[in-house]
Structures are given as structure tokens and as C-alpha cells.
């Protein structure tokens, strides 16, 4: 049965709470949900309940002295609870399926089937030969089904376990013993299966964690090595990665060169040339070299227990389909009871039939009444999108943005980093004041840039490094203007540095310098405005290169019906002159832009257009990400920042990963609505041959028990997709 989901609780609510975790190992699927949330929701100091159904965690928000009273809660539904770190890594579950229990329902199963077959034979339904048999398949398979129908009666919890107990005693009320039995069994089995192929899509999300080894080759005070686990391991102990091992924790290469298999954290196939100075990340393969480095992020912090961490959290949120479901399915499983107690009762009070042929019918309908396999379907199927998005670099946080990808109109792109490398090139400096020479113009600029993490910036003292190398003395009164530039005193003097939007507002634009920019926009440059007082001193004229992928992933996603546009904080002419490049037509560039304007832009796509994505850096234009229907950020294997910040994270610098997002997103859709089909169209098929005199208790449960099996594994098959 669906389960009636919790409302959402604010951040005041549950401020003063004690979050307990719990890992309870029999809690596989919306049933025990329901069961859960019948015994804890309302009870006195529990605040609100989590679930994650496929890691068997609960997580309780409650105002109690100690938990006592939530143990005693969760073993009045049947199951047993541990408590576990709300900061560590699910426990390693037990077995999907126990030997003991595999030995036990293979002996139900050939007692079921033998009762049956005596049946066929001509024996008595009732006899005792018949009898003993089922009562032995009760017995072996069905004693754990039949507790736990007793359990949901006592707290009148409507459910599949309930249902199905209460077919079989109306079985045997009727004298149908080898029904009984085979009713009991096949659900065990079904049961089993669904376990075995809901530990896959668990298993998915574990294999992320397990990447990362459990120890480090640390150097100690002493300069010897020593193998210690990576737990212990501090943020700047040195340690070493020998060739062919994996990475331990996150860090800084220190010496060494090697290439490094990346794929299982951004999905890039080919191994990354790795030099001092660059980014380790854990998980990640050493090639052949010997590398040591410096830990940049302790255990429990790494990109890749934060990806763990991301797709867990984004699982255990329901999906828009997910919802719809469970809305459905609570309005469905008390109509069809209400149907299957009407078929029982009202024809043989007509005069229509014998009671027991018709309350026989009405146990039919029963069986099917619970939309496990509807309910079951949108979890594993919406995890197995989560768990192949993060196989291939992208990580989605939840299943709503997963399942909205594919409703997009609009993709709004940053340029800079975004479409562009992001690493620009200072490629002229022009004078435009007589005792002002290029490397007096580029100190300046170099001095009042010093220090800023902004790209135009580095590049210039970059620049400033490679021509003069000369130092940089320190300005005064430095203020950065966003979506301008930044002013500073320099030797008691007032310079600005920045773009022309600023030159205007400090009237420092005349018609020398408005041609000397014109010209050098044309040729596709973006423009840095040196200015002292209201006096433009020089032009720095910087270039920057389109991703290699940009323009041909552009024309994939204008192939799909896309519309693009690109946002640009530059002058107009240096983004017309870039989107030409990428084959953007200049009426889809939009410069130049402020934050605000980046916002207002999106919100008026969103509103004339339908949904809309801003694709950016994660970091900059958070106005207009926030203001997006999706925030994806790039590079986020390179930002803490992005990973945390963007709803869908790319995490590798590759714009391929858009139209791969979307198909995945369009073949998530195209997997739920089979299983909505094929959840719905069994029972229907068995509810038209119960009513025609055809269908049976078997019957009933073979359709459940199958629609069960075939919509998990038909929402695994997105795991064994093969990377493009």
C-alpha cells in the first residue's frame, strides 16, 4: 500500500531537535514505511521522520530524554532497530537472502506444489495428506507474511501483508488448502526476488563509497612511511600514491608525474596528465608514477563521500512521479477493497450465485488490491537514474530535477568558463593617454588585479609576470564592484579597473577611447578599462577559446528543439563575436549583462518560454542559478562550491554532459511510464479474468508477485546502460 507522506517540517520546527539514526535491516519497501510511520508519526516528541528505503535508514527528529520509546515503537511494527552516526556511511547490510531462508522456501515451494498437484490428481482438497502439505509450506515460507499481516491488522494498517493474509485464511475457510499454500509461497518468492533486486540498486550506490581505499601510505615526522588508516589521516599529512593503487583522500600532487583514470568520479574515459600543483581526488587510479601529495580534505569530506552523500540524500527524496503515485495508490487500494467486498457479498445476496464462488472472487480481487509493484517501481527506477547519471560525471540531487530535465525549453549558458575555457590571454594593451606606456599600462592594471580570483584578472598578472616580472606593490582602498570592476588609490591617486559599463558611470568614455574599444571588440576580444579619475589611461584587449565540444554539443541540444541563449557580462560585440564561433545567432546573446540583469533574464525566459536551465560556474551569477527551474554547474570536480550549490552538477568541465543528462532524463520517463503500464495492466488483466470465472488466488499472486519482479528489473536496466 502507498505510503501517506509526511508533511514537510521548516528549519524553525526543527530547531532544538535530536536527529537518531536507525539502520533497520527489514525494512526493504513502502509496506514497512507505512507500518513505521503508523507507530511514530503523531507520537509525542517525534518531530519528523526521513526515510531512505534503499540504505534501510530512518531518521528521527524528536524532543525525548532517550530513545527508548522509538525502539519500543519500531519493535511494536516487527522490526529491530540499531542506532547508527548520522555522519557515517550506511552499515554494510546482511545477505539480500539468507542460506537458512533459501533452504526454507525451496522446501515450501515443493510441499506447495505437490498439494497442488494432488489436487490435479483427484485427491481431496481437504484431505489430510493435502492439508499437511500446506500447512508445511505455512510453516517453512509463510509464517514471517502471516506475522506480519497480524501486525498491520492490530494497527489497522491496510497493506499487501494484511491482504495477502487475509486471502489465505479465506482460502482455507473455503476448503482450498493447495490454493492457500501456493498463495503463500509465491509471494515469499516475490518477496525474495524484490530483496535481491533492490540490493542492486543499493549496491549501486555503495560502489561509491568503496572506491576510495581504507588506508594511506603516511610520512611521518621521522621521513619514514607508514600504512595508516585514512581516517586517522590529518588535512596536510603528506602521503603517497604508488603506481597502479587508487587515491586515498583528496590532495594536492607535490612531486611526481602520472596519468590518472578520473572516470568513476567525472565519467572521463581517458586518463588526466597530472603535474605538481594539480588536484588528486580520491578514488581516482594512479597510472605509473610514484606520486606524493598533500591532503586537501580529510575522510568524510572528499568529493567523493560528498557525491555518496549527494545521491543518497537525492534518493531518499520522492520524485514528481513518485508523488503522483502515491497519491494514486491511496485512493486505489481501498476502492479496489471496497470492490472485492462488494463482489464477495452483494451477487450471492441477489441471488446471483453460490457464496462461496463469489467471496472466492472477491479474495481474488483482494490480492491484487496493493500496488507494491506501482509504488516499488518509481524508487529503484528513479535511484538506478541517479546512480548511471553519477557513473557518468553527472550528479542530480534529487529525482525531481532528474525527471525534470527533460521538460526544459530554454538553456541559458554563462560564457566565460562556461563556452569559453575560461582561461583568457592577455592579447594587447593599448595606450590611449600620451605618457602612459604598455608596461606602465600593464603594471597598473597588474597591481590593482593582485590578489583577485576573477580570470580576466589572473590573466593580466599572469601577463604582468611573464613580460616584467617586477613586483606588485600593494594598493590602498581596494573595493571590488560586482558586475564592474574594482577602485583603489595608488599613490594618493583614484584608478578604477574595470568594464565599460564602469568607464561610462566615471565619464571616462570619449569618442578616442569608444573607437579604440569598437575596434578592438570587433575582433572578438573582451575589454578591461584602465582609468584614473575620470581619465581612460589604456585598453587590455584579452581573448579567450571555445571548448573544443562547445559548438557541437550546442547543435545537439538545438537539434532536440532546445532554445539557447548565452549570458554575457561582456560588451556586446565581444559576445556576438564569440557566439559566432559557436554558432549562436546574435539574437540569442544577451550582453552586456549585471547579476540583476542575468536574473531578470532568466525570469523572463521562464515565464514566456517554460522551464529553464542556467548553466555557469556554480560560483558567479548565483542570482540568475537560483532563479533557474534547474541550476547546473560545471566543473564542480574542481569546486566545493558548485557541488553543494547547483541542483545538477557536471563534474568535469564537459558540455557533452548536457544532451547525455537530457536522455537519460527522457529514458527515466519512457522506463516509468512502462511500469506504470505494466504494474496496472496485470491486475487489470486478472480483475477481467476473475470477474469471467477464469481467475484464481495463484493467479493473483503470480501477476503481483510478477508485475513486482519486472518493473524493478525494469528500472535496473538503466544501471547496465553502457556509457556513450
Known amino acids: 500500500m502507498a505510503v501517506e507522506p509526511a508533511p514537510r517540517v521548516s528549519a524553525e520546527a526543527l530547531a532544538g531537535t535530536t536527529r537518531q539514526r536507525y539502520f533497520i535491516a527489514g525494512m526493504d519497501c513502502p509496506t514497512e514505511e507505512g507500518l513505521l510511520r503508523k507507530q511514530l508519526q503523531g507520537k509525542d516528541g517525534v518531530v519528523a521522520l526521513e526515510f531512505d528505503l534503499i540504505n534501510r535508514l530512518l531518521d528521527v527528529h524528536h524532543r525525548l530524554p532517550d530513545d527508548a520509546p522509538l525502539r519500543a515503537a519500531i519493535s511494536a511494527a516487527g522490526m529491530s532497530a540499531e542506532a547508527v552516526d548520522t555522519a557515517a556511511a550506511p552499515p554494510a547490510p546482511p545477505p539480500a537472502i539468507s542460506t537458512g531462508l533459501r533452504w526454507r522456501m525451496a522446501l515450501a515451494g515443493v510441499a506447495a506444489i505437490a498439494a497442488e498437484a494432488l489436487a490435479f490428481a483427484g485427491f481431496d482438497e481437504s484431505g489430510p495428506l493435502v492439508i499437511a502439505l500446506a500447512v508445511a509450506t505455512m510453516l517453512l515460507g509463510g509464517l514471517p507474511t502471516l506475522r506480519k499481516g497480524w501486525i498491520a491488522l492490530k494497527s489497522v494498517t491496510l497493506n499487501i501483508h494484511l491482504l495477502m493474509s487475509l486471502a489465505v485464511i479465506g482460502a482455507i475457510v473455503l476448503g482450498q488448502w493447495p490454493e492457500a499454500a501456493m498463495v503463500v509461497w509465491l509471494f515469499g518468492l516475490s518477496e525474495m526476488m524484490e530483496s535481491l533486486s533492490l540490493a542492486r540498486a543499493r549496491d549501486a550506490i555503495r560502489a561509491l563509497t568503496q572506491l576510495a581505499p581504507e588506508t594511506a601510505q603516511v610520512q611521518g615526522e621521522d621521513g619514514r612511511w607508514t600504512t595508516v588508516p585514512a581516517a586517522q589521516v590529518a588535512i596536510g599529512a603528506r602521503v603517497r600514491v604508488p603506481p597502479g593503487e587508487r587515491v586515498p583522500l583528496d590532495g594536492r600532487l607535490l612531486s611526481g608525474r602520472s596519468s590518472l583514470n578520473e572516470a568513476a568520479l567525472t565519467g572521463e574515459a581517458m586518463p588526466v596528465d597530472k603535474a605538481p600543483g594539480d588536484t588528486l581526488l580520491a578514488g581516482s587510479i594512479n597510472g605509473d608514477g610514484l606520486l606524493e601529495m598533500a591532503v586537501t580534505a580529510d575522510k568524510g569530506h572528499t568529493l567523493l563521500d560528498r557525491m555518496a552523500a549527494a545521491v543518497q540524500q537525492a534518493q531518499s527524496q520522492r520524485a514528481p512521479t513518485q508523488a503522483f503515485i502515491d497519491r494514486f495508490a491511496r485512493v486505489y487500494t481501498p476502492a479496489v477493497v471496497l470492490v472485492a467486498v462488494a463482489l464477495a457479498v452483494l451477487p450471492p445476496l441477489l441471488g446471483l450465485g453460490a457464496w462461496g464462488d463469489w467471496i472466492y472472487k472477491g479474495l481474488v480481487l483482494l490480492v491484487i488490491a496493493c500496488p507494491c509493484a506501482l509504488v516499488i517501481s518509481t524508487p529503484v527506477t528513479v535511484v538506478s537514474g541517479l546512480a548511471a547519471a553519477a557513473r557518468r560525471g553527472i550528479l542530480i540531487k534529487g529525482g525531481l530535477y532528474l525527471e525534470r530535465a527533460r521538460q526544459l525549453k530554454t538553456l541559458a549558458f554563462d560564457k566565460t568558463g562556461t563556452l569559453t575555457e575560461g582561461r583568457p590571454q592577455l592579447a594587447a594593451v593599448q595606450p590611449l ?204 570536480a574542481g569546486s566545493a562550491t558548485a557541488l553543494e ?80
Do not use: C
Not at 599572469?462 to 558586475?483: F, I, S
Not at 578599462?529 to 559548438?551: F, I, Y
Not at 536522455?663 to 495492466?681: H, M, P
Not at 501477476?703 to 553502457?722: F, I, K, T, W, Y
Open 433 to 636: 593617454y600620451p605618457s602612459v606606456s604598455v608596461d606602465q599600462a600593464l603594471h597598473l592594471a597588474a597591481r590593482l588585479d593582485a590578489g583577485s580570483a576573477h580570470p580576466l584578472a589572473q590573466a593580466i598578472v599572469a601577463a604582468h609576470a611573464q613580460r616584467l616580472g617586477t613586483a606588485l606593490e600593494p594598493v590602498e582602498h581596494l573595493r571590488n564592484l560586482p558586475g564592474l570592476g574594482l577602485t583603489a588609490q595608488l599613490e594618493g591617486q583614484d584608478f578604477a579597473l574595470g568594464n565599460e559599463r564602469l568607464a561610462e558611470q566615471r565619464g571616462a568614455v570619449d569618442d578616442e577611447a569608444r573607437s579604440a574599444a569598437r575596434s578592438l571588440q570587433a575582433q572578438g576580444h573582451t575589454l578591461v578599462w584602465l582609468m584614473r579619475g575620470p581619465q581612460t589611461l589604456a585598453l587590455l584587449a584579452l581573448s579567450d577559446t571555445p571548448r573544443p565540444e562547445a559548438a557541437e554539443v550546442l547543435r545537439a541540444l538545438r537539434g532536440r528543439g532546445l532554445a539557447l541563449t548565452m549570458l554575457s557580462g561582456d560588451q556586446r560585440a565581444s559576445a556576438v563575436a564569440m557566439a559566432g564561433r559557436l554558432g549562436l545567432p546574435e539574437d540569442a546573446v544577451r550582453a552586456p549583462l549585471l547579476p540583476q540583469d542575468k536574473l531578470d533574464a532568466i525570469a523572463r525566459m521562464a515565464d514566456e518560454q517554460g522551464p529553464v536551465a542556467m548553466i555557469g560556474d556554480g560560483v558567479n551569477d548565483a542570482p540568475a542559478l537560483a532563479r533557474a527551474d534547474i541550476a547546473i554547474a560545471m566543473g564542480a
Open 645 to 724: 550549490t547547483a541542483d545538477i552538477a557536471l563534474m568535469q568541465d564537459d558540455l557533452r554532459k548536457l544532451p547525455e543528462l537530457i536522455g537519460l532524463s527522457e529514458r527515466v520517463a519512457t522506463v516509468l511510464k512502462q511500469n506504470i503500464v505494466v504494474a496496472l495492466g496485470l491486475k487489470a488483466i486478472v480483475a477481467a479474468l476473475t470477474l469471467a470465472g477464469i481467475g484464481s488466488l495463484w493467479l493473483a499472486v503470480l501477476a503481483d508477485a510478477g508485475a513486482s519482479l519486472l518493473v524493478v528489473l525494469n528500472g535496473l536496466r538503466l544501471l547496465r546502460e553502457e556509457r556513450p
